[in-house]
């Protein structure tokens, strides 16, 4: 992968405060040149995360909110009290908001979750300058909700006599 691209991975994941992992909207860090995830009891749903597995990251813009990059990840869990995840939790316990034990934490997560480390794996398949031509919006799933139905027959007399009380 060239610099620039290596750059822009890093810093637009850097920068953005949510992205897309494998199509659901996630929080993160960034750590030592790799995305970190913490799910489980309590925290986020990580979607079909596993150790050795791979993942595809999307990133949105900032300053825009649209898509801006998409790369592949290698999936690596890390083992609890070990270094990298004392750098991975430390960096997430300063993102977490509204963490309902407060200081203990990270001795939860350790217990309890999940902690994941994504790392660039191969070019980004879209970028500036690589990017599809569709809008990648997925095809409504049919249903029988609908916005718009005939009036019932009956509704304009009932209203009528609802105004005239």
């Keep these: 992968m ?3 691209l290596t750059a822009l991975v890093e810093e637009a994941t850097k920068k953005s405060g949510l992205v897309w992992v494998n199509g659901q909207a996630l929080w993160h860090a960034w750590v030592d040149r790799a995305m970190v995830l913490v799910g489980g009891p309590g925290e986020q749903p990580l979607p079909g995360l596993r150790d050795g597995g791979s993942a595809e990251v999307t990133v949105r813009s900032k300053d825009k909110g649209g898509r801006l990059v998409s790369w592949p990840a290698r999936v690596t869990l890390l083992a609890p009290g070990g270094e990298p995840w004392q750098a991975a939790a430390a960096e997430l316990k300063g993102k977490r ?5 407060g200081e203990g934490v990270m001795d939860r997560w350790a217990r309890e979750c999940s ?12 970028y500036p300058g690589a990017m599809p031509s569709g809008s990648g919006a997925a095809v ?12 019932p027959a009956g509704l304009p ?4 006599r609802r105004r005239k009380r």
């Excluded at 902690?115 to 879209?126: K, T």
């Excluded at 409504?140 to 009036?151: K, L, Q, Y």
């Excluded at 007399?157 to 009528?160: Q, T």
Aim: negative net charge; charged residues 30%; glycine residues 2%.
């Design 2 to 4: 060239s610099d620039e």
């Design 97 to 101: 908001l509204n963490s309902p034990d």
């Design 115 to 126: 902690v994941f480390r994504l790392a660039p794996d191969g070019p980004p398949a879209e």
């Design 140 to 151: 409504p799933v049919p249903s029988e909700a609908v916005t718009r139905r005939p009036v």
């Design 157 to 160: 007399r009932l209203l009528a």
